[in-house]
């Protein structure tokens, strides 16, 4: 006698609600006298970039302005990963130090370039389980020493009050 196929359950989908984020933020970079980064992994005076790793502060800030107000900081790592040119990857929590998402971080990843796009690859607080992109482009430079870049961010997320489950 044949084994019957298992029976198929029908279940209600019980998926939180999602909320889009569009935000235009700007990365804030020095690397000069007060510098907000620092190279932690240097290379030999006459090697190649490639392997070369520094940390981050970069102050997040709500206009493309070097005097703007901080909203957050893009904490984490930057190495030199390309060999035949300049190309860093990074990986960095940006952490919202003011405003709606005061708390909340966006995990970002991928390669640093004058211009580009970033993963969002996780968040925390009210932006938990987000997914999306950043791109960004230079919009101004200081000399070398200082850089704006514009980030658009977009992302799903998944606030916390929607993880409540109902009846429980």
């Known amino acids: 006698m044949a084994t019957p196929l298992p029976q198929t359950y029908l279940t209600q989908c019980c ?12 990365l804030h970079q020095v690397v000069g006298p007060n510098a907000n980064q620092k190279t932690i992994i240097p290379t030999k005076p006459g090697e190649s970039l490639f392997g070369i790793t520094a940390v981050n502060n970069w102050a997040i800030v709500d206009a493309p302005d070097f005097k703007a107000k901080v909203v957050g900081h893009a904490q984490g790592i930057h190495v030199m990963a390309d060999q035949p040119s300049v190309g ?51 919009l101004q430079e200081s000399a070398g020493i200082e850089s704006i870049r514009e980030l658009i961010i977009r992302a799903f ?5 929607a993880l409540v489950v109902q009846g429980a």
């Open 157 to 161: 997320y998944t606030p916390p009050s």
């Open 15 to 26: 998926l939180p609600c999602e909320k889009e984020l569009n935000l235009v933020l700007y």
């Open 88 to 138: 860093y990857y990074n990986s960095f929590n940006l952490a919202f130090v003011e405003g709606s998402f005061k708390g909340a971080t966006l995990q970002v990843m991928g390669i640093f370039n004058p211009v580009g796009e970033w993963a969002i690859i996780g968040g925390t607080g009210e932006l938990t389980m987000a997914r999306g992109t950043i791109k960004y482009k230079v």
